[in-house]
């Protein structure tokens, strides 16, 4: 009974933020009119492992992100301003294993664009739901890894690259070095993941 509880909320979260990401799209783009709309959708699958233990890298973390994308400001074609739905899996060896819904926004910076596509540089951050439920503790260190308020922040920053492979769409590979962890918490020292993402954007 508790998996179905948790597979009809997962699903319910993963359709509300695809409508809100739809809906929050459609008016920021509509608001800079036909002409200057450069809205971009997306979205990219990744994997990534971690360091739960400062020293042993025994962290795996999998994920799906859908994405709408949109320019920063009208004039300022380097800069995009991005949104994100956040559906992650951290398995910890040994441990524990949890899940973290939630929504983040990116800000992009493209220095480099040419007919090939473009390199960016992104930073970012969100919140949301995780299903720890428990301070995680390894051993009999005092302090946690993850804490109990079923309440996570995570920020990120990393590179990528995105390669035009037909007109209006391109391919998505980034890496991105993630920290999560619950802010209401202070004794909780969180996770850091380094994370390899697949995806595919297009207007």
């Not at 319910?12 to 409508?19: C, D, G, K, N």
């Not at 951050?125 to 299903?131: I, N, R």
């Not at 209006?168 to 962890?181: D, P």
Request: hydrophobic fraction near 35%.
């Amino acid at each position: 009974m508790k998996d179905n509880c948790i597979g009809v909320s997962y699903k319910s979260y993963l359709f509300s933020t695809l409508i809100l990401l739809v809906i929050l799209g459609s008016v920021v783009s509509y608001s800079y009119g036909e002409e200057e709309k450069k809205t971009r959708w997306g979205f990219s699958i990744f994997g990534g492992w971690g360091d739960a233990t400062y020293s042993k890298i025994d962290t795996q973390v999998y994920g799906f992100l859908p994405r709408v994308s949109l320019p920063l400001y009208k004039d300022w074609k380097k800069w995009d301003l991005e949104f994100e739905g956040n559906f992650f899996y951290y398995d910890i060896h040994k441990m524990h294993d949890f899940y973290f819904l939630g929504v983040s926004h990116n800000i992009l910076f493209k220095p480099i664009q040419e007919r090939w596509g473009s390199l960016f540089l992104l930073v970012g951050g969100g919140l949301g739901y995780d299903s720890a439920g428990k301070r995680l503790k390894r051993g009999d260190s005092d302090d946690p890894v993850m804490g109990d308020q079923h309440f996570a922040g995570f920020c990120h920053g990393g590179a990528g690259v995105l390669f035009n492979i037909s007109r209006g769409t391109a391919l998505r590979v980034e890496y991105r070095f993630s920290h999560i962890s619950e802010p209401f918490d202070t004794s909780d020292r969180g996770l850091n993941t380094h994370n390899v993402l697949f995806g595919i954007s297009f207007r």
